[in-house]
């Protein structure tokens, strides 16, 4: 293939016409300069297979990091919902503060490489890290267990911060993996939507991939510790694959930093101009309430599944596997529907009303599900494999709808947000953020607050 900078024939006769607007062959320098050259289109391949892999590392370190964490805080709603809460708060911190500089960064691919590589370093070291929080936890609780006792709630606080202990670094790196891809991957604004929604779908599907295999295959066959060495050794190689890819590869353009002034700050809160010439700034406090909104239907959810399920490992690996399929789904329609056209807010709208009224119809299904379950227990307790389907079923008849607009909407909104491919990063990051925090706060409001005081049903309307 040649170089973009060598004359070619086509080049020579296209310079002797006008211009034709909107022809890919007058596309503006910056964008040209980022079409991948041959070579590189086996590396955003490659790049795609390595999301997909650490996607499933990813949810083996969330299956097995709950579960050792539940040895040592319990598993209370309370404790699940602590761990949850600083699970996301590292990938949303990580996303935004790597992804404010990703954009600068010539080698993206490098850079995910190290990153995987650290993951798997730090989880390594899991086991001594977890005995080295468990001490802290039982000395405090024997050292001021008079006062714990008279305010319960410092127990919330103490577990909230050896959650950060144990989980910010590992999760923190999780969280700058998707922005620094999108550095890589994305290179034409007409791909900004497409992209985005292309890596977080191949992601979510990892995802998918390695709970069913953590629940019912790895957790079973070699126990905690042989999971997390198996989830190490994927995030490794993956790194080691992605340096040396990242050598064999072009450098990618660099950009000048972002100005700093006021008006420069303000315009990026304001957020960039849609399609349709609208400001997107309203993403930024929508994207908190739905985050919020989405956890606290997926800890209703949980709740209330949990007795078509049960509380086993493999309960909990269907009614995950489930809501993570469904976002993959989403992710996976959008973007063959945003290669063919712009997003527009009202894709944004309709989802969330779409996830409003699904909720609304499952809520009077839910007093079924009891009755369902038996029927269903007693036509295939003798096959164990058919009942996991039958349970995967139900959890994906009450969650499957709302999961499949909850995963359309986060690439719905980078394309709303981000107009410039070569700040794709920062724009990825920043919603991540905003998502990630909304995210926080309904898991934390849903197990706290609202379904103690009013109810799982209350809670979901």
Not at 68 to 93: E, K, R
Not at 117 to 139: D, E
């Amino acid at each position: 293939m040649q170089s973009i900078d060598e004359p070619t024939s086509v080049g020579r006769a296209a310079a002797e016409k006008p211009p034709i607007i909107d022809q890919p062959e007058n596309r503006p320098p910056a964008d040209s300069a980022n079409v991948p050259r041959q070579g590189e289109r086996l590396a955003l391949q490659l790049g795609c297979i390595f999301f997909f892999t650490s996607g499933a590392a990813a949810l083996m370190y969330e299956v097995v990091w709950l579960r050792l964490l539940g040895l040592v805080f319990g598993n209370t709603t309370y404790a699940i919902s602590t761990v949850l809460a600083t699970y996301m708060a590292g990938l949303g911190v990580g996303s935004y503060f790597l992804g404010r500089y990703a954009d600068r960064w010539l080698r993206p691919l490098r850079a995910y490489g190290i990153l995987e590589i650290g993951i798997g370093t730090y989880a390594a070291f899991t086991f001594p890290i977890l005995y080295g929080i468990q001490f802290l936890y039982v000395s405090f609780a024997q050292t001021f267990s008079q006062t714990v006792a008279e305010s319960p709630g410092i127990y919330t606080l103490i577990r909230l911060a050896l959650c950060v202990l144990i989980l910010f670094v590992p999760t923190f790196f999780m969280g700058a993996t998707l922005p620094i891809l999108a550095r890589f991957y994305i290179r034409r604004k007409d791909t900004i939507g497409s992209g985005t929604a292309l890596l977080y779908g191949l992601n979510t599907i990892g995802a998918v991939t390695g709970t069913v295999l953590t629940g019912f295959w790895l957790l079973p066959l070699i126990g905690l510790r042989g999971t997390l060495t198996v989830a190490v050794v994927v995030n490794v190689v993956v790194g080691v694959l992605a340096i040396w890819l990242s050598s064999r590869t072009q450098p990618m353009p660099a950009i000048e930093p972002e100005p700093e002034p006021e008006i420069a700050v303000s315009t990026e809160l304001a957020g960039t101009a849609t399609a349709s010439g609208e400001r997107a700034g309203w993403l930024l406090p929508a994207l908190v309430m739905s985050g919020a909104t989405t956890m606290a239907y997926e800890v209703s959810w949980t709740r209330t599944l949990s007795t078509v399920c049960g509380s086993s490992t493999y309960a909990f690996t269907i009614m995950l596997a489930t809501f993570l399929f469904g976002l993959a789904i989403g992710a996976a329609v959008f973007q063959r529907l945003l290669t063919r056209r712009v997003a527009h807010p009202a894709d944004w709208g309709w989802m969330q009303l779409t996830v409003a009224l699904a909720a609304l119809i499952a809520l009077p299904l839910f007093q079924y599900v009891d009755v369902v379950t038996l029927r269903l227990f007693a036509m295939t307790v003798e096959y164990h494999g058919l009942l996991s389907l039958m349970r995967f079923f139900v959890c994906g008849a009450l969650m499957l709808i709302p999961a499949f607009c909850f995963g359309a909407l986060f690439p719905v909104s980078v394309s709303l947000y981000t107009r410039d491919p070569r700040r794709i990063s920062q724009g990825v990051g920043r919603l991540y953020l905003y998502n990630s925090f909304g995210n926080i706060i309904g898991s934390l409001a849903a197990g706290f607050i609202l379904i103690r005081s009013f109810g799982i049903h209350t809670t979901m309307l």
